[in-house]
């Protein structure tokens, strides 16, 4: 289930959401032009490594670019493919903008960061020796998911369904739930592969969850914060 667009306007041009794309897209194009050994280095160089954060690890000074905590920070805006780039770059594109609206623009940056530094921890606290790089922009664009789906439940989001080969309408909370429930069974599933799998789930729900928490916190005053799951219909608009 991809989504495509969401039927959920806004009044301002979403500079920050544009800036990280650009970012993003800006970064991985510079990462496939350089060498394979080039790009390897990059990874390790720039990606959140959780044992040189969090045990004590430390990278040659042949590969070291950024100082160590700040690779927090550009991690998010490495990626390993570019399935890993278009999926993160089509969820900021469809709901960042609302939550950018609904914080203005320098609360909602730094409320991105947050939601990335907690989706790292998420990952990185149950194996802090971990010496393999966490990159991507997945959890901090998973804290806009919680955020999207505390406050604008009810907002009719256009999704594709490849199995059935269409694209239907469904209210956001449906769409988010279902994106949660999937993380959260394959956090399970890669919990119990050899080397734990590929897709640092465990970033994904850290991120969500911090979004959802985090919001609150964030958002303008006159913006209506709902509790999802109680007394709620979100087939009834």
Avoid at 4 to 31: K, R, S
Avoid at 113 to 134: E, H, K, Y
Wanted: hydrophobic letters at 55%.
């Amino acid at each position: 289930m991809f989504p495509i667009h969401d039927e959920n306007p806004i009044a301002i041009i979403p500079v920050v959401t544009y800036a990280v794309l650009a970012a993003c897209v800006g970064v991985f194009l510079w990462q496939i032009t350089r060498s394979p050994d080039q790009q390897q280095i990059i990874v390790y160089a720039l990606g959140a490594i959780p044992a040189v954060l969090l045990g004590g690890m430390e990278l040659g000074g042949d590969i070291a670019m950024v100082p160590d905590k700040a690779t927090v920070i550009t991690s998010m805006f490495l990626h390993g493919g570019w399935m890993h780039l278009i999926g993160n770059m089509l969820f900021l594109w469809v709901f960042g903008n609302n939550i950018e609206a609904a914080m203005g623009h320098l609360k909602y940056a730094m409320f991105y960061i947050l939601c990335g530094i907690a989706a790292f921890l998420a990952q990185a606290l149950p194996d802090p020796v971990s010496a393999i790089p966490m990159i991507g922009a997945s959890g901090a664009i998973s804290g806009i998911l919680g955020a999207y789906l505390c406050l604008y439940p009810r907002a009719r989001v256009l999704v594709a369904i490849p199995i059935i080969f269409r694209a239907i309408r469904l209210p956001a909370m449906v769409v988010l739930i279902v994106w949660f429930g999937m993380q959260l069974f394959s956090s399970i599933t890669a919990a119990a592969e050899p080397g734990g799998g590929g897709v640092a789930f465990g970033a994904h729900i850290g991120g969500f969850v911090a979004g959802m928490v985090l919001v609150g916190l964030f958002k303008k005053s006159d913006v209506r914060l709902h509790i999802p799951f109680i007394h709620f219909n979100p087939f009834n608009r």
